[in-house]
């Protein structure tokens, strides 16, 4: 009887499926768009920084894009975040943790330049106040210090 009870109870869980304790991994694009016409206003960016070794992908929010006309580029603020991932998945997985903190509130780019970078945009949300009034966190300092 007990080995019916849990042949019945596997196929029920077969059939309807088991969700996990965990939140679905957030799904990484396989490559950017090439011109790089996906920065837009509310981009959450995951990109390889192009100094350093190993290699590691910081997480970026755009913040606002100024568009120009060809020949000029179209110039992107973004706000850069402490928080660095190996790789894009890795990345991906700190940015649903959240609670990222600011290392540069106001990085300026030329959308021809960045779109050079090796990059993925994981998501795309409303940009806030906070967002645009972010400042900068010293990780290393302790949080009775951070207060003015």
Do not use: W
Request: hydrophobic share 40%.
């Amino acid at each position: 009887m007990r080995t019916v009870v849990l042949l019945v109870a596997l196929s029920l869980a077969t059939v309807f499926g088991c969700k996990s304790s965990q939140p679905e991994a957030l799904p990484v694009p396989a490559s950017s768009e090439p011109e790089g016409r996906d920065l837009v206003e509310g981009a959450v960016v995951a990109a390889f920084e192009t100094v350093g070794t190993p290699k590691k992908v910081r997480l970026y929010k755009v913040i606002e894009v100024k568009y120009f006309p060809p020949p000029m580029s179209d110039a992107i603020l973004m706000v850069a975040y402490n928080e660095t991932g190996a790789d894009f998945q890795e990345a991906a997985r700190l940015y649903q943790q959240g609670g990222l903190t600011v290392a540069l509130a106001h990085v300026d780019v030329q959308r021809h330049l960045f779109r050079r970078r090796d990059y993925r945009v994981l998501a795309n949300v409303p940009v806030t106040s906070a967002d645009r009034s972010a400042q900068p966190v010293d990780p290393k300092m302790p949080d009775d210090a951070k207060k003015p």
